[in-house]
């Protein structure tokens, strides 16, 4: 049995196998320049430095990448989504405090839950903010959708623990939006 020689040359970002005699053009091996094998900058043609991870984005199609980022903004809560409760978020643009509302990034309303998504961080449990969100978002329920056992989360911004809850309303026994379980740090 005889067998051909084969040379293979490993590169940082990939590996070329060519037989003995062939150069890796002539394999239909694409021969990549050092920078693009280390993950550097590649050169433009306008002579500036374009890194590597914007040749990444430039080869997905706008269309995937806007799914991508929608997907992404619903499963964060970062941003308006399909979710979003329009009728909430007017609401709130009309009776929050300018200082709290500018904090708010999504309003979602399940039957008689509503979950108010803020960019607060996960530290800000019973803040002046999250209870002020807290307390216009019982009002919101109690007035606008008419429900007699309102629930309210304000939740902190999408981290290593998903959303946590900064301030809440559990119902109709629950009169205060001061978070007590766990206790907050």
Known sequence: MAFAAVTVTALAAGTAVTRAGETPAATG?????????????????????????????????????????????????SG???????TA?????????AKA??????IRTVGNYLRIYTDLPDTAHNSKAALELCKRGKEYL????????????????????????LANILGPGDHS?????????
């Open 29 to 77: 091996a694409a021969a990549l320049s050092p920078p693009a094998a280390t993950g550097a900058a590649a050169a433009t043609p306008g002579g500036g430095a374009r890194p590597a991870a914007a040749d990444a984005r430039a080869s997905k199609p706008a269309k995937a990448r806007k799914a991508s980022k929608a997907r992404d903004r619903a499963r964060t809560a």
């Open 80 to 86: 308006p989504s399909k979710h979003t409760d329009a």
């Open 89 to 97: 978020v007017g609401y709130f643009q009309e009776r929050v405090t």
């Open 101 to 106: 509302a500018k904090r708010v990034t999504d």
């Open 142 to 165: 109690v007035e606008e959708k008419g429900e007699r056992s309102p629930v309210v989360f304000v939740q902190a911004e999408y981290g290593q623990n998903g959303n946590p809850v």
């Open 177 to 185: 939006c001061r978070l007590t379980y766990p206790k907050p740090k």
